[in-house]
């Protein structure tokens, strides 16, 4: 099967860190772009970070010089340390990938395998 495996997340106060895997456990996706989306209730899904085959990332503007996104190849795993946690990140966050050799998009249409969802909540 083709699925992505999410862990992590939780609850933190403000200024605290959580760090957020997922994992293919069916495939490889080393040539794929894969990337982190979040969601908050009332609102459209956001980009958060994103990671290219050949380790490019970008990020948006909201969490930059906050979060990091990583790729281990070698564990098929995407992770996203979050530092400095603020209440606006409160959200639900997906891991996802976009199609084989496809370069890297924050338009979340653009991804076509998802991971479940895990929710990262920070109080003030």
């Known amino acids: 099967q083709v699925q992505l495996v999410q862990s992590g997340g939780g609850s933190v106060q403000a200024g605290g860190s959580l760090r957020l895997s997922c994992s293919a456990s069916s495939y490889t996706f080393t040539s794929q772009c894969v990337g982190w989306f979040r969601q908050a209730p009332g609102k459209e899904r956001e980009g958060v970070a994103t990671i290219s085959a050949d380790g490019s990332t970008d990020y948006g503007d909201s969490v930059k010089g906050r979060f990091t996104i990583s790729r281990d190849n070698t564990k098929n795993t995407l992770y996203l340390e979050m530092n400095s946690l603020k209440p606006e990140d409160t959200a639900m966050y997906y891991c996802?990938?976009?199609?084989?050799?496809?370069?890297?998009?924050?338009?979340?249409?653009?991804?076509?395998?998802w991971g479940q969802g895990t929710q990262v909540t920070v109080s003030s």
């Open positions: 996802a990938a976009r199609r084989w050799n496809a370069y890297c998009s924050f338009n979340h249409l653009n991804y076509i395998i």
